[in-house]
């Protein structure tokens, strides 16, 4: 028979997996976009001189997955590719207006609302609630599962 405090954890944990699957059909509702897309989106409208290998860098995505995500984004007519200047064998990123519209009218991500109210919490709060999530990868054995820091429930990659 379970424990009342497993099945309260377990009860926690649908409300997350849900609150992901939600934020991500807000998402794709009022952008057509996955959360993926729409964060490497936002890194390509940061500015500057952006190259697929450094918003990789920044969301800690795969060179692959990032490609793969702006050829999407590029398809979409969100996002430019261009050489640069200075060394023809860099590939700059760039927003279009499209692309600038869809983010204005992006709803805020899960992982957004997340970061701001766990980095509000006292230091030791954020390492017990760390210290008890990678138990719980633990638990269920998926603690060496490759993940981005995403809030999402499928493929990042996926269109």
């Known amino acids: 028979m379970e424990s009342e405090i497993a099945t309260a954890t377990l009860k926690a944990l ?43 860098q920044r969301l800690e995505f795969g060179h692959a997955t990032v490609t793969a995500i702006v050829d999407r984004l590029v398809a979409l007519d969100l996002a430019t590719r261009s050489r640069s200047a200075e060394d023809k064998r860099r590939v700059l990123l760039a927003a279009t207006g499209k692309g600038r519209r869809c983010l204005a009218e992006a709803p805020d991500m899960l992982q957004e609302i997340f970061a701001a109210r766990f980095a509000a919490l006292p230091a030791w709060e954020q390492a017990m609630i ?18 981005a820091p995403l809030l999402d429930t499928g493929a990042i990659d996926r269109i």
């Not at 934020?23 to 697929?52: C, F, K, M």
């Not at 633990?138 to 603690?143: H, N, W």
């Open 14 to 56: 649908r409300r997350v997996l849900r609150a992901a699957e939600g934020g991500t059909r807000r998402i794709a509702a009022a952008t057509g976009l996955t959360p993926s897309q729409l964060l490497v989106l936002r890194e390509i409208d940061a500015g500057g001189n952006v190259t697929p290998g450094l918003v990789a």
């Open 130 to 147: 760390l210290a008890g999530t990678e138990r719980l990868a633990d638990i269920l054995g998926v603690r060496e599962m490759d993940a």
